[in-house]
């Protein structure tokens, strides 16, 4: 089985376990964006995960890109709350959470083969704008990722 994401659907499953709240972090790297294909639907998604008890959501930030691309970078200042009820997943394991999400813009100039895949994905890779809207992402961050291309995500000061 394998993780199913669902946004404004009515078919979603009722979440069975406590909101989950996690961060995305949009990173912009010579004007393409990162995406990972994860490894537990084998489909494209912005790097991210859940947040600790004990950490803020800046720190959670810095940890997941850590840990899922290699790179140590700050956190920007500014970041963008989605907590619309209806973003649910359900992962192979049968939990199904909503999940609420701290969007973070970074700008970065890294060459990209200094990036490491981690065990929660199968690839990363670059997409330019126009390459992005082809591609199969998650339903919990495809409006995300609208949303920065049609420029509704303030990205200042970051």
């Given amino acids: 089985m394998q993780a199913k ?16 709240i996690g961060v995305t972090a949009i990173l912009i ?30 720190e959670c930030f810095v940890r997941e890109v850590a840990e899922e691309i290699g790179l140590e970078l700050q956190a920007p ?3 963008v709350i989605y907590d619309d009820p209806s973003r649910i997943v359900k992962y192979p394991d049968g ?22 895949v981690s065990g929660e994905s199968l690839e990363l890779r670059f997409f330019n704008f126009d390459e992005i809207k082809t591609h199969d992402i998650v339903e919990t961050h495809r409006h995300i990722v609208e949303d920065f291309l049609d420029g509704k995500i303030n990205t200042r000061n970051t």
């Fill in 29 to 58: 790297n010579d004007g393409k964006m990162l995406f990972e294909r994860r490894s537990d639907c084998e489909r494209w998604s912005l790097i991210g995960g859940g947040l600790k008890i004990n950490e803020t959501l800046k």
């Fill in 95 to 116: 939990n199904v959470l909503r999940i609420i999400t701290a969007v973070f813009v970074k700008y970065i100039n890294v060459d990209e083969n200094a990036l490491r």
């Fill in 77 to 79: 200042e500014n970041f």
């Fill in 5 to 20: 994401f669902y946004f404004q659907n009515e078919d979603a499953p009722k979440p069975n376990k406590p909101n989950h």
